[in-house]
C-alpha cells in the first residue's frame, strides 16, 4: 500500500533510529472527544514509567443539554482550557519545556475540531522549543494505557469499549496491533448514552443507566444479542438501541419500575454481549499465544456489572484480568505521552505538516482488507 507522504504512519516508515538519553520526558495532549487533557510522562530504560502530572478537564456539563457530545462545542471548549492545562502540568511537572524530549498529540480518530486544537498546540510548542513532535494515534494510546500502572508484559488480548470505539485488539508488541473484532456500528458507550436519553436519565448515559439497573430485573425484558451466532468478534449494538427505544415507546405509563427493568434488561445484555464475543477473541489469541492478559479499558470499563463478566470469564480461561484505574481507563494525556514516548525511543518522530486524521484505524490492513464499518473519502474508519 503507498501512502500519502502526509500520512502519520509515513513518517513513522522513514524513522531513522535515534541515540536515546534516558530516561525520556514527553508531554502529552489529548482533545479528540470531550476530554481535554494533558500529561507528563516519563519513561525509564528499563520500562519503568513515571507520570509526572496529568490533568483531565471534562465538558460533561456543556453537552448534558444535548444528550451527546457536540463536536462544535467541544472544539471550542478544548480551545479554551488546552493552554491552561499545558501550564498546569508543566507547573505540577516542575519543567519548563526545555527540559521535554518531545511533545506527543493525538492527531486522530476524533472530532476534527478537537483533534486539531491539541495537534496545534504541540505543533507550536515543538516549533517554539526545537523540540520532536510526534503525532500519537489515540487508540494505540489506549491500548498501551494499561502500562501507566501495572508493568504488563506483551502479548495481551484488549478490549476496548468507549462511547467512540468497542474493538477487541492482539496486542502483540509496541507498534503490532491486530484487530480481531470491531462494531459494525454503533459504540457499546453509545448504545449507553443512547438508552440513558430514551429513557430521559441525563449526559453521560453510562453511570445513569448503570444507578438506575441498580433496583430492576434483568430479565423482565428479552433484548436482541445480534451477531453472537454467527462466526467472528464483531459487534453491534444498533438493533438494540433501536429496540430499548421501541419497548419503551409500547410501554402504556411506564413508571420508575419499569425504567429500572429496561435499564437492567439492557446492561445486562450489553454485558452478555461483550463478553461472548471476548471470549471468541481469546479463543484466537490463546491458539497463537497462549492465555495471558485480557485489558479491558474505555469509558464502559468502568461499568462493574460488565467488569465482574470479564472477570468472570478470563478466570474460566486462565487469563490474568486486568482494568486499569478509571482515571487511565477514559481519555487521558497520560496515553498519549506514553505512546510519544515509545515512538521516540524508536526515532519515530512526526513532521510538523503532518495532518490530522479524523478516521484512523489502528490496524491498517484488517481495515483495508475487511472494512467493518464504510468506508468512504476519509478511509476506513476501524
Ligand atoms: O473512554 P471515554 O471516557 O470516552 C470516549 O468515548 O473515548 O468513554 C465514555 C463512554 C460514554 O459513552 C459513557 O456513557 C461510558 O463511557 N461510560 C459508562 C460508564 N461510565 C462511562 N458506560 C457504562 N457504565 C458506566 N459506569
Ligand atoms: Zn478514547
Partial sequence: MDLD?????????????RQTNWPVTVLGLESSCDDTAAAIVR??????????????????????????????????AHVEIMDHLI???????????????????????????????????????????????????????HA??????????FPYLLLLVSGGHTQLIEVAA????????????????????????????GFP???????????????RFDLPRTLLRRP?????????????????????????????????????????????????????FTEKHGATHLVVAGGVAA?????????????????AFVAPPLRYCTDNGAMIALAGAEHLIRGQISQLGVAARPRWPLDESAAHRQPVSGSGKKGPKS
Avoid at 303 to 319: C, H, P, S, T, V
Fill in 205 to 219: 448515559g453510562g453511570p445513569a443507566v448503570e444507578a438506575c439497573a441498580k433496583t430492576g430485573d434483568e430479565t
Fill in 144 to 153: 498501551i494505557s494499561p502500562r501507566l500502572d501495572t508493568h504488563i508484559a
Fill in 303 to 319: 461499568n462493574q456489572m460488565i467488569r465482574q463478566g470479564l472477570a468472570k470469564l478470563a478466570d474460566e480461561q486462565g487469563y
Fill in 5 to 17: 507522504p502526509n500520512h502519520p504512519d509515513k513518517q513513522e516508515q522513514d524513522a531513522v533510529p
Fill in 43 to 76: 519513561l525509564h530504560k528499563d520500562g519503568q514509567v513515571e507520570i509526572l502530572s496529568d490533568c483531565i478537564h471534562n465538558q460533561n456539563s456543556q453537552h448534558a443539554l444535548f444528550g451527546g457530545v457536540v463536536p462544535e462545542i467541544a472544539a471550542r
Fill in 174 to 201: 509496541f507498534g503490532q496491533y491486530h484487530r480481531l473484532g470491531s462494531t459494525l456500528d454503533d459504540a457499546a458507550g453509545e448504545a449507553f448514552d443512547k438508552t440513558a436519553k430514551i429513557l430521559s436519565l
Fill in 87 to 141: 501550564g498546569q502540568v508543566l507547573a505540577e511537572a516542575k519543567l519548563e519545556l526545555s527540559e521535554l524530549d518531545a511533545v506527543a498529540a493525538t492527531a486522530g480518530p476524533g472530532l476534527i475540531g478537537g483533534v486539531l486544537v491539541g495537534m496545534m498546540s504541540a505543533k507550536a510548542i515543538a516549533l517554539g522549543s526545537d523540540l520532536p513532535f510526534i503525532a500519537v494515534n489515540h487508540l494505540e494510546g
Fill in 232 to 284: 467472528g468478534c464483531d459487534f453491534s449494538f444498533s438493533g438494540l438501541k433501536s429496540a430499548v427505544q421501541r419497548i419503551w415507546q409500547a410501554l402504556e405509563n411506564p413508571g420508575p419500575q419499569d425504567k429500572a427493568d429496561l435499564a437492567a434488561s439492557f446492561q445486562r445484555t450489553v454485558t452478555d454481549i461483550l463478553a461472548r464475543q471476548t471470549a471468541k477473541a481469546m479463543q484466537l
